[in-house]
């Protein structure tokens, strides 16, 4: 966020929306895929030992950030649950001033546990609070039942009718009934906490248009940037964790989406090593009768050098056996830069598992001149590593 600030882009974030952890002190899952078979990998910790002071001071530090980045007619959402959201609001109506609180939306669901000593907690809790009270909001609408489901004949009234009864279209209220992103549901990334993208499409319809620069600074499996690229916004995502940016990038080529990545060294989460050998055949071809060349590569395995030690025996055991089986079973996607300058990976070949399956080679017509194919590799784990000329680099 301080960079964004130097690149000049205060004031410029039409839609902040942030789910940040909830301060449940617990730790956070993702379900993987490798040959064929679930395992489990760590995503990220909530688990604060200095307790909700620093929990609130972090969020705290990163909220007055944001305020600056907001656009004046912005809109900032919070996303928050009964962790945390009633020092939250403290702490938004400090920093943005309690009269610019717009709505607590709460987003109710089905799944999840209960207990017999509560009513079962079904709902989170989403602050929203604009910069200078001035904000484009367009209310979106929701169906109304009329009583007995029966037609009013108002005068002046559309009503309409579907497979429950009558209805008439009223302001959506601040209570949002949307089911949780299911086990079987096809937007479903495997990413424990992942938030459904009906509920973050309400939020970028309702105070954003096209063109306009939507951020989440806590973007986990990349819901909002997912939503906000096809809804045509300009979006800005951003994750401590090397498998949350990896899942936003795995998300939004999948649906074809523009973008680019930033990271500090060269995309690796600091003081996280490379973790996979691979070995690649690099070959040109001379074309007859002419300059050119052609370059050939081929990924020819990947291999753990380790396993870290958060994960469970029995996912490591998928993990050996499936590498077994498959030279490529680890691998989630790789990339290529036929040109590499030395600083920046920008790749112009990118290949990504798709229904279990990734392509193991590649080829390009070159110019003789001498080259730096730069590779990329990224496994199962959001793990990523550099290769220089098919040699490991960092
Ligand atoms: C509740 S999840 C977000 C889920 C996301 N909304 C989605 O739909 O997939 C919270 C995310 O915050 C990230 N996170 C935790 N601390 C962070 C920090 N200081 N800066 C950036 N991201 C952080 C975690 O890695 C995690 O991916």
Known sequence: MKHLLDQGYGGKLKLIYIDPPFFT?????????????????????????????????????????????????????????WHAVHYAKIIMDEIFGESRFVNEIIWTYKSGGSSKKRFARKHDNILVYSKTGTYDLQPLEEKSYNRQFKPYRFKGVKEYKDDVGWYTMVNMKDVWTIDMVGRTSAERTGYATQKPELLIERIVDCCTSEGDICADFFCGSGTLPAVAARRGRRFI????????????????????????????????????????????KIDYDDI??????????ELLSAREKRLSSAIDEKSKDTIRK?????????????????????QVHRPTAVFLRNRGRIESACEKIVDGRDRVVHIKVVD???????YEGGKQNG
Not at 71 to 76: C, E, K, M, S
Not at 288 to 297: G, H, P, V
């Open 237 to 280: 995502g951003c994750d401590v964790g090397s498998l949350a940016v990896e899942s936003t990038v795995a998300r939004l080529s999948n649906q074809k989406s523009g973008f680019r990545v930033f990271g500090t060294q060269a995309g690796h989460e600091a003081g996280v090593s490379a973790s996979l050998e691979a070995e690649f």
């Open 322 to 342: 499936s590498a077994k089986a498959d030279p490529l079973a680890v691998v989630e996607a790789w990339s290529v830069d036929y040109d590499y300058d030395g």
């Open 25 to 81: 002190k617990a730790s956070y899952d993702a379900v993987l895929k490798v040959g064929g078979e679930n395992i489990k990998h760590p995503a990220y910790d909530d688990k604060w030992q200095r307790g909700l002071y620093w929990y609130l001071r972090e969020l705290t530090a990163r909220l007055i950030i944001m305020k600056e980045l907001l656009a004046d007619d912005g809109l900032i959402w919070l996303h928050l649950d």
């Open 380 to 386: 199962i784990m959001g793990n990523v590593t550099y």
């Open 288 to 297: 007859l009768s002419s300059d050119k060349r052609l370059l050939k590569i």
